[in-house]
């Protein structure tokens, strides 16, 4: 009761911090639809009829990532924020941050990382604070948020500070996410995320067979490739049977607000990309932007 009690003045403060830094972000700039074109953008509608985006005339695009553990939910949020001109915020790298700063946090996280459990919620929302506070003083608009909201908390308290527009759901066969875990690595020199794992997984149970060639790094990354303390089978399988039970609810608290898009990852990045790009109506983005410049 005390924990609890103490969890929610703790909260509540770090709400206030992550809404008031939530406002000052989003106050006080000239929308720029010179790099990004948000004003123009709305996805199809195809797989959520009842997808309802806001106008986001004044401001950039606000998406959350969900998906398990190997989804590849970093790979596409970054091409995406590249396309788009907006931040891609893991907080699974703010935690890895914090991690390798050796501060105060850092033992602490390290335990629960290396375990696969989930960092507590007030943790999590001071890393993503100072994050976006620190975006606000560059003048970043927009986000992509990839791996938060985890627990159906962090996303009641994002929809009191701040409204999502769209919720991407990535999905991918659970026998395959814990291969691609397996198989990714690391530049431990430009930072740079690969993944050496040669897929190749016959149609199962009404699964499609699913083929993903290797993402490799060049040669000058390849004796520099590291794999992450948390990317042990064991861990993985834990993560996996977390995001099951604490994320898996996340999905159905968007999917009620009419925010989600599920999409079936049909295979590697060649043949995902541009479907998605489809299901987003971005499939003619650049082509629309050249256009209007
Ligand atoms: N929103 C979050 N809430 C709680 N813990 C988190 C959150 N985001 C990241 N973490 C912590 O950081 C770890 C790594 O996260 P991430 O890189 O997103 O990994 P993955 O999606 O591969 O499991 C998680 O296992 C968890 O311990």
Not at 80 to 86: K, P, Q, T
Not at 175 to 180: A, F, G, Q, S
Request: net charge neutral; hydrophobic share 35%.
């Amino acid at each position: 009761m005390a924990a609890l009690t103490r969890l929610s003045k703790s909260s509540f403060s770090s709400l206030s911090s992550l809404s008031r830094i939530s406002r000052s972000l989003y106050s006080g700039f000239a929308p720029d639809t010179s790099s990004h074109g948000a004003s123009s953008y709305s996805p199809r509608l195809g797989s959520t009829p009842n997808l309802a985006l806001k106008d986001t005339k004044d401001r950039s695009v606000q998406w959350v990532f969900l998906g398990s553990p190997g989804v590849g939910k970093g790979t596409y949020a970054s091409r995406l924020s590249n396309l788009l001109g907006v931040p891609h915020i893991a907080t699974g790298d703010l935690v890895r941050e914090e991690l390798a700063s050796s501060g105060p946090l850092s033992q602490e996280l390290s335990e629960i990382v290396n375990q696969g459990k989930l960092v507590s919620d007030e943790i999590i929302i001071n890393l993503l604070s100072k994050r976006l506070e620190a975006g606000g003083a560059k003048g970043e608009l927009g986000f992509i948020l990839d791996g938060f909201p985890r627990t159906i908390r962090q996303a009641e308290i994002l929809e009191g500070v701040t409204e999502i527009d769209l919720v991407l759901n990535l999905k991918l066969r659970e026998d395959v996410l814990l291969e691609k875990c397996l198989g990714r690595r690391t530049c431990s020199q430009c930072g740079g995320n690969f993944n050496v794992a040669s897929i190749n997984v016959k149609g199962a149970n009404g699964h499609p067979a699913i083929s993903m060639a290797p993402l490799l790094p060049p040669a000058h990354c390849m004796s520099k490739l590291v794999t992450r303390a948390d990317d042990t089978e064991e861990v993985i399988k834990h993560r996996i049977h977390v995001y099951n039970e604490k994320s898996r609810p996340v999905e159905e608290f968007y999917r009620s607000r009419g925010k989600l898009l599920e999409f079936d990852l049909p295979g590697g990045i060649p043949e995902s990309w541009p479907k998605l790009l489809e299901a987003l109506n971005l499939d003619d983005y650049k082509e629309k932007q050249s256009a209007a410049a």
